[in-house]
């Protein structure tokens, strides 16, 4: 059974930051990202991760400002969230694919999810 537990988020003030933490179990091999809901709004694609780490993609909203990493030997992703913007406010959701790597479209091949965690910027 796959299972992914977010954690690290919280409340910071615009231009702080946070580091998102997802911890996953029952999977193997997998490319990782991360995905956010905002209140009233569809989900919308964070960054994603190759399983070996070589190969990552960001939103442009979020490039030059996050910074997705991986750790496999915890099997476990992490975002590192810089110079954070009120329009980041958002329940940041860890995902997993089935393979190694992601592909454009399709929530870039992600097929399970965690339960989110809450960043909560404030202005």
């Known amino acids: 059974q796959v299972q992914l537990v977010e954690s690290g988020g919280g409340l910071v003030q615009a231009g702080g930051s946070l580091r998102l933490s997802c911890a996953a179990s029952?999977?193997?091999?997998?490319?990782m990202g991360w995905f956010r809901q905002a209140p009233g709004k569809e989900r919308e694609f964070v960054a994603v991760?190759?399983?070996?780490?070589?190969?990552?993609y960001y939103a442009d909203s979020v490039k030059g400002r996050f910074t997705i990493s991986r750790d496999n030997a915890k099997n476990s992703v992490f975002l590192q969230m810089n110079n954070l913007i009120p329009d980041d406010t958002a329940v940041y959701y860890c995902?997993?694919?089935?393979?190694?790597?992601?592909?454009?479209?399709?929530?870039?091949?992600?097929?399970?999810w965690g339960k989110g965690t809450l960043v909560t910027v404030s202005s």
């Open positions: 991760i190759s399983w070996s780490g070589a190969s990552t």
């Open positions: 029952g999977l193997s091999n997998s490319a």
């Open positions: 995902a997993a694919a089935r393979g190694p790597t992601y592909k454009y479209g399709d929530n870039y091949g992600m097929r399970f």
